[in-house]
């Protein structure tokens, strides 16, 4: 109200400026100084409004009658043609005025409307960005606040039943209603207060309650279906996730048993062919009979192996990997390893070149046993018959590292990263070597519980996978 004094004042003292500039400074004429408070009016009608510029026209008419207008000094009209001339002047003051602030109030709205939509378009961006760090519904009040600058804001999601609040200002004893308005769609206010129901479709989303928003029902309605769309998306992105944990499980479930099935061909095979042949000669031991059951026997030991090594794998399929760290020496774990893959590597050469003082560190026996496996089989495997196999061994600064080097055809730059991926398999030998796509990957998740690091280097005809396990102090240990 003080700014409208304000203004009213400033608005008379114009006209009562151009009224001394006129009368007394300048000496003009009735008809120039009626254009200059017609100017004047208009000004104040486009600056500040009709009910400025209407107290200045009705001014403006007395004192352009006063001053101006025969006989001057007095409020009277001596000449018909004058009165005239003053109501049309004061109709054309009042007109222009009142048309002036009708432009400037659209134009006021106008700025309003862009920005309802700016402030639309930001919440949109708003949700489109969101992260999975808090509760979507969290976020949707969160920001819906800071964008429509709310004094409070309360979400209901139908889903899970949770109250999401935002803003300054509390908005206690609103649960009841906000459960009412979920049962109908549409908008209530109540003051300040605005608590509507959100529907998608014939099913109710949620309810929203709104404290300190002046916006139109139809900013309104834009809210109420960016936040349903919001969290349909939300749900769709955690249904998508339920999914895929589903079918990364199902696949897991399905590459363990086709790599079980082909695991386990070669010592069945041998098994079988050992047993057979004594069952074929009963009443016969002989030397070669010997042979043959030591071959079955270690055999049916190797074929344990793999069903301790897969079942192994299928529990390394979670994020945690407990290990059970004693004091060893790599050298003979590398041994062991070898000796079990002995079928596999057969007439290979495997060259092993190791540091003759290489300290014992802690580890899991068990655990790097099938980790150096899952290296040694990938070297075997990816290289071919006729080129050697390297290991060396050899200790760092305050580390120990195994270098598994084969010279099979390399791997692109491109796929570096991606091998100790889960399921990966580059496409080029993915038809063609059988393969599940989950022994890198458990043997770095393996090497990294123990605080290590595996890393790979690949060139044309040479490729080193590089595995580190750090050396920890007695005490640690």
């Known amino acids: 109200m003080w700014q409208r004094s304000l203004r009213i004042v400033a608005s008379l003292s114009a006209v009562a400026v151009v009224t001394f500039v006129g009368h007394r400074l300048i000496p003009l004429n ?6 200059a408070y017609l100017l004047v009016v208009l000004v104040l009608a486009s600056i500040w409004g009709f009910v400025e510029a209407a107290l200045s026209s009705i001014l403006a008419t007395l004192l352009f009658n ?63 960005l969101s992260d999975r760090s808090a509760p979507f519904g969290q976020q949707l009040a969160q920001k819906l606040a800071e964008i429509f600058n709310l004094d409070a804001v309360v979400l209901l999601d139908s889903r899970t039943g949770e109250f999401h609040r935002a803003g300054a200002s509390p908005f206690d004893d609103i649960e009841n209603q906000l459960r009412t308005a979920l049962k109908k ?106 042979e043959q059951l030591k071959v079955a026997d270690e055999e049916a030991e190797h074929l344990r192996e793999l069903i301790d090594n897969v079942v192994e794998m299928a529990r390394l399929d979670t994020a945690h990997i407990e290990i059970h760290p004693e004091m060893s020496e790599l050298r003979e774990t590398l041994n062991d390893v070898l000796a079990s893959l002995q079928t596999e590597i057969d007439e290979r050469r495997v060259s092993v070149m190791c540091s003759e003082r290489l300290p014992a560190i802690t580890f899991d026996r068990r655990l790097m046993k099938l980790a150096i496996k899952q290296l040694l089989d990938n070297a075997i495997k990816y290289s071919p018959f006729d080129t050697p196999i390297e290991v060396e061994l050899h200790e760092g600064t305050g580390a120990v ?77």
């Open 401 to 477: 590292t195994m270098e598994i080097t084969d010279h099979g055809q390399g791997i692109p730059i491109e796929e570096r990263e991606k091998i100790f991926e889960r399921f990966y398999r580059s496409p080029s030998i993915k038809n063609q070597i059988p393969g599940s796509g989950l022994g890198l990957s458990i043997a770095n998740s393996i090497v990294q519980a123990h605080g290590g690091n595996l890393s790979v280097s690949s060139e044309a005809a040479r490729t080193t996978f590089r595995m580190t396990v750090p050396i920890l102090a007695t005490e640690a240990a």
């Open 30 to 35: 009735a008809t120039t100084i009626g254009f």
């Open 185 to 290: 769609s549409g908008s209530e206010r109540d003051g300040a207060n605005v608590v509507m129901g959100i529907h998608l479709g014939f099913e109710p989303v949620a309810s929203l309650a709104l404290r300190g928003t002046r916006t139109p029902d139809s900013v309104r309605q834009g809210i109420a279906n960016l936040v349903a769309i919001g969290l349909e998306r939300a749900r769709a992105q955690d249904l998508a996730q339920q999914v895929e944990a589903a079918r990364q499980s199902e696949q897991l479930r399905t590459t363990l048993i086709d790599a079980m099935a082909h695991e386990f061909k070669t010592p069945l095979t041998l098994i079988r062919a050992a047993t057979t042949s004594v069952l074929a000669n009963p009443n016969e031991i002989e030397e070669s009979t010997k």
């Open 66 to 128: 006063f001053f101006f207008l025969p006989p001057v000094g007095t409020f009277t009209i001596a000449d018909p043609q004058n009165w005239v001339a003053l109501f049309s002047f004061l109709a054309t003051a009042l007109i222009a005025s009142r048309l002036s602030a009708k432009a400037q109030a659209r134009a006021l709205e106008a700025i309003e409307r862009q920005k309802d939509v700016e402030r639309l378009y930001s919440f949109s961006r708003a949700i489109l």
